[in-house]
């Protein structure tokens, strides 16, 4: 499955995506302190870096939803 061009597509995709999440946006980031949310816009990025790294291992990894530990 490694090698199938969908999979590898989406792998792409996915590790973009994770890299867009990762990456700073000042311009949102000043907006979120303006308006007083700037710890829970880093709440949110936390939640959603954590679904992301469970997600890369089910895709991925094929360990299912426990990370291999079930």
Request: net charge negative.
């Amino acid at each position: 499955m490694e090698h199938d061009p969908k999979h590898l597509k989406r792998k792409d995709a996915f590790n973009l995506f994770y890299e867009s999440v990762l990456k700073p946006d000042h311009e949102l980031r000043q907006i979120a302190h303006e308006t007083l949310c700037y710890n829970e816009l880093m709440e949110w990025r936390d939640e959603i870096l954590h679904y992301l790294d469970k997600r890369r291992v089910e895709e991925f990894y094929g360990w299912g939803s426990t990370g291999g530990y079930d």
